[in-house]
Nanobody, 124 residues
């Protein structure tokens, strides 16, 4: 099972940027579809972005499309989430997740390995 460690969260003003990183253990990182999810206070965990191992297709939630970019560096076993034009409603704990499926969909239940999360706080 792959182990995931996120970093890069913090406090930023509205309109600012952050880049989250997620480093995975193991030698088969390129075979995992990777996702970013977030969970705000009192809310369910929700899909943010996904990059599939087959063809590196990317997908985004409507709320972040055009502002966030997911990418991966298989040589570094790392997936990134570049977040621009941040809004207070982006405040949440952000989680990295892995799936062995080439088409994992957008539900948290389809991802079997999770990081510990990193807090992102956007002030107005």
């Amino acid at each position: 099972q792959v182990q995931l460690v996120e970093s890069g969260g913090g406090l930023v003003q509205a309109g600012g940027s952050l880049r989250l990183s997620c480093v995975a253990s193991g030698r088969t990182f390129s075979s995992y579809s990777m996702g970013w999810f977030r969970q705000g206070p009192g809310k369910e965990r929700q899909f943010v972005a996904q990059i599939r191992w087959l063809g590196s297709s990317t997908y985004y939630s409507d709320s972040v499309k055009g502002r966030f970019t997911i990418s991966r560096d298989n040589a570094k076993n790392t997936v990134y989430l570049q977040m621009n034009s941040l809004k207070p409603e982006d405040t949440a704990v952000y989680y990295c997740a892995a799936s062995t499926s080439a088409y994992p969909g957008f539900q948290p239940a389809n991802f079997y390995s999770w990081g510990q999360g990193t807090q992102v706080t956007v002030s107005s």
